[in-house]
């Protein structure tokens, strides 16, 4: 699924709830400067929870390099020519954790409770079943009660709790809660409810 090829061709034009539109294609070099924009546009909040600053283009040119060596597989979401979401799926390395990957999902304030973020994580779960994993991950603070509600109605399960594990951008400590999603024997039917 993720090979060069397929996600050069890969688009994929979807309805959303409210009746919306948007394209589903992967993220290229092309997109840095559009994936800069889109942040631009995030709320202060949603920034404080990533873990990194896409604001940055030199965290930008980073993911682009990992998409190009293989590290990462992104997903964009494109409304009326802008990016409105994304979700990736990053790989580490390492030879024990090949088979795990961490998921990122983000989406405009305005596109949220649209489906889209629905639609996103299933083109992801679909990247990791072609790239062989067995399991995504996804982190979250605690404070993150509609990020944690969405991951649990995807079928997320919490693993661990990390105490004190990050900081804020204002130096404050904050908890990491841990979930993941088995992929073996995933269906669509977990995303339609």
Request: glycine share 8%.
């Amino acid at each position: 699924m993720a090979t060069a090829a397929i996600e050069a061709n890969f688009s994929k034009l979807i309805t959303l709830a409210d009746g919306r539109a948007a394209t589903l294609r992967f993220m290229t070099a092309s997109d840095k400067d559009e994936v800069l924009a889109f942040a631009k546009k995030l709320t202060e909040d949603d920034l404080l929870y990533l873990r990194t600053d896409i604001t940055d283009p030199a965290i930008v040119a980073t993911w682009v390099e990992n998409i190009k060596n293989g590290h990462t597989v992104s997903l964009l979401a494109e409304a009326d020519g802008e990016i409105v979401g994304y979700a990736s799926v990053h790989r580490e390395p390492a030879q024990w954790t090949r088979r795990v990957a961490e998921m990122r999902v983000n989406v405009l304030p305005q596109y949220r409770g649209s489906g889209l973020g629905r639609a996103l994580t299933a083109q992801a779960f679909d990247v990791g079943r072609g790239l062989g994993l067995r399991k995504l991950a996804g982190m979250m603070t605690t404070d993150q009660r509609g990020a944690r509600t969405a991951f649990e109605r995807l079928g997320f399960t919490v693993e661990a709790m990390l105490t004190g594990f990050v900081e804020d951008r204002h130096g404050r400590p904050r908890d990491v809660l841990v979930l993941s999603h088995d992929l073996t024997g995933f269906t669509d039917h977990a995303l339609s409810k």
